[in-house]
């Protein structure tokens, strides 16, 4: 039996890989190497779409697997990540000298985000760490994924309120009774989603010269690693 031709830039491929297309013979080479590129997450012999099972995380619904097109060129490309995804977080414009230090005057304040809210009244005297606590309260009683802490600067403290998940579906709002003594009312705090570039590597012409070749016996399990 005798194998389809290998086009030129295929052969040079395949040379550099160390397989001499003459040598190709079988369907079970094509079907090894897309088995292997299954196992190191290489998915490079096929395009799809991705749904997030039963059970998933949250999140998982968020997740977008992109594959390479007809169109993509081959070759190799650096992943530049220009920032990482975020938190929603608001931190108080209101400094006090420490976590335990006394919030002057009575208020309450309501935290708003996906259609649930949660309120926490402060008592005049409180420490800035117990409004932390009682936020931190209101926010699991309600069920929202928030959390409220102290966080220093080295020279002064502030109350912060985050979300638990990253990126731009994570949003909360906050607004208040009072004067706003911690600095934390605002309309909309939001996440901030992953931004960067990634392109395809190499494999990708292998896989395409592969699917090219009609081969009629199996290479040496040594050649597929």
Same mark, same amino acid.
């Given at each position: 039996?005798?194998s ?9 491929? /395949? ?8 040598? /190709?013979?079988?369907?079970?080479f !094509? ?17 799809g ?9 949250a ?12 169109? +993509? ?5 650096? @992943? ?11 931190? *108080?414009s209101? &400094? ?15 935290? &708003? ?8 009244g402060? +008592? ?12 931190? =309260? ?11 802490q102290v966080?220093s600067? *080295? ?17 909360? =709002?906050v607004? =208040? &009774?009072g004067?706003?003594? /911690?600095?934390? @009312? ?5 996440? +901030?989603? @992953? ?13 395409? !010269?592969?699917?090219? /070749? ?10 597929? =690693?």
């Amino acid at each position: 039996m005798s194998s389809t031709p290998a086009p030129r830039k295929c052969r040079r491929t /395949l040379d550099r890989l160390g397989h001499r297309p003459d040598q /190709l013979q079988s369907n079970d080479f !094509c079907s090894g190497f897309r088995e292997r590129s299954d196992r190191r997450g290489q998915d490079v012999h096929r395009r799809g779409s991705f749904t997030p099972g039963s059970g998933s995380p949250a999140g998982a619904n968020d997740v977008t697997l992109v594959f390479a097109g007809d169109n +993509t060129q081959p070759g190799s490309y650096a @992943v530049d990540v220009s920032h990482s995804a975020s938190q929603a977080t608001d931190t *108080g414009s209101a &400094t006090f000298a420490s976590g335990a230090s006394p919030v002057p005057a009575a208020e309450s304040y309501t935290v &708003t985000s996906s259609g649930s809210s949660a309120s926490y009244g402060i +008592t005049a005297g409180e420490s800035l760490e117990q409004v932390a606590s009682g936020l931190d =309260s209101a926010f699991a009683e309600a069920g929202m994924d928030l959390s409220a802490q102290v966080v220093s600067n *080295g020279s002064s403290s502030s109350l912060q309120i985050t979300s638990a998940n990253y990126g731009s579906q994570n949003s909360f =709002s906050v607004s =208040s &009774t009072g004067s706003d003594e /911690l600095g934390l @009312v605002g309309s909309t705090f939001v996440g +901030t989603d @992953v931004a960067g570039r990634s392109m395809a590597s190499r494999v990708l012409e292998t896989a395409r !010269c592969l699917h090219r /070749l009609r081969v009629t016996r199996p290479l040496p399990a040594s050649r597929c =690693s």
